[in-house]
Nanobody, 123 residues
């Protein structure tokens, strides 16, 4: 019910836009988060957007990434600018209705997950 797309290869300093498209959900009721994972490491929080459009970011991406939503299109976007090689990972979007703000960075709080899209940033 969630599909992440838009990953690919970019050079350091470049940009990519990821999309998370939902189906079968009343999307406006959901908090949507982006997480990323590299082999051998835990899935880590990247960004999230609340039902009213409030946004949250990991310290490592503040000022470089932005997140937005278009409820009419059932889509959340993650705009990634000034990419760094350390941004290389599989990126997942996730959604849940019942998350409270204090838990928004925990992947355990999300029920729906997309399949992941690979972002590779070359130096």
């Amino acid at each position: 019910q969630l599909q992440a797309c838009g990953g690919g290869l970019a050079q350091a300093g470049g940009c990519l836009r990821l999309s998370c498209v939902a189906s079968g959900l009343t999307f406006r009721r959901y908090v949507v988060g982006w997480f990323r994972q590299v082999p051998g490491k835990e899935r880590e929080f990247v960004a999230a957007i609340g039902r009213t459009g409030n946004t949250f970011f990991a310290d490592s991406v503040k000022g470089r990434l932005s997140i937005s939503r278009d409820n009419a299109k059932n889509t959340v976007y993650l705009q990634m600018n000034s990419l760094k090689p350390e941004d290389t990972a599989v990126y997942y979007c996730a959604a849940d209705q019942g998350i409270i703000q204090s838990s928004i960075r925990s992947p355990l709080q999300y029920y729906y997950w997309g399949q992941g899209t690979l972002v590779t940033v070359s130096s």
